[in-house]
């Protein structure tokens, strides 16, 4: 099976990213960015993101989650801390997210480090989830082989059944895990391929360079 796909073009000319209309800290730049892509309307879910992680295999893996929270510290995202990649960032915390916004022509990606968040800020996420979704984290062993769906309906079947308060707490095994970023570029679409790429990069004294990459 062959297909040709020499001919997919596109001409990127909806913005331009320049170093005279940035911010000198690349979290508010992202924070505009992610403003404007919520405003566009054009993005379903804008805080999609792939996150990318050396396995327990050593092979990299990337998978999307969603992002949800970001501040001046860095990124946070909820898994099961038991899954292939809770796993894998346990053993190498160096991940990198990436953020594709086609309809603003636009790509953002950090590098950093990964460490897991406090128990409290757990809960406090966990807690203010819909019940169907605390269920589902509950009942869901991430990643491990099962052997039917059927398997995983019942098991929820019998949770809904007999849910309560005490029951329905965060497991120990689910939790956030704050990225830190150590660079994050901004990546704009410009015609001929002539892409606009900026990269902030953290120094040893917190502040951060900037720099023009070759598209």
């Not at 992610?34 to 295999?57: H, K, L, R």
Request: hydrophobic residues 35%; proline residues 4%.
């Amino acid at each position: 099976m062959e297909k040709d796909l020499g001919n997919y073009r596109k001409s990127y000319d909806k913005q331009v990213l320049d170093e005279a209309h940035i911010s000198k800290n690349p979290l508010h730049q992202f924070q505009t960015w992610f403003y404007e892509v919520e405003q566009s309307g054009g993005v379903e879910e804008a805080n999609a993101m792939s996150v990318a992680a050396i396995g327990v295999d050593g092979f990299p893996k990337t998978r999307v989650v969603l992002l949800k929270k970001y501040n001046d510290d860095g990124f946070i995202f909820y898994t099961n801390y038991k899954s292939e990649k809770g796993k894998a960032i346990e053993i190498n915390p160096k991940v990198c997210l990436s953020f594709f916004w086609p309809s603003m022509e636009r790509q953002v990606i950090i590098k950093g480090l990964a460490e897991k968040v406090t128990s409290l800020t757990s809960d406090n996420y966990f807690d203010s989830r819909p019940l169907g979704s605390r269920l589902g984290a509950i009942v869901s062993n991430q990643s491990a082989v099962i052997f039917s769906r059927e398997e995983l309906e019942t098991s929820l079947k019998i949770l809904e059944a007999s849910a309560t308060e005490e029951n329905t707490k965060r497991p120990q095994n689910w939790g956030g895990f704050l990225v830190r970023p150590h660079s994050i570029e901004f990546w704009q679409g410009r015609p001929n391929r002539l892409h606009d790429r900026i990269r902030y990069t953290l120094q040893y004294n917190l502040d951060w360079s900037v720099e023009r990459l070759a598209p």
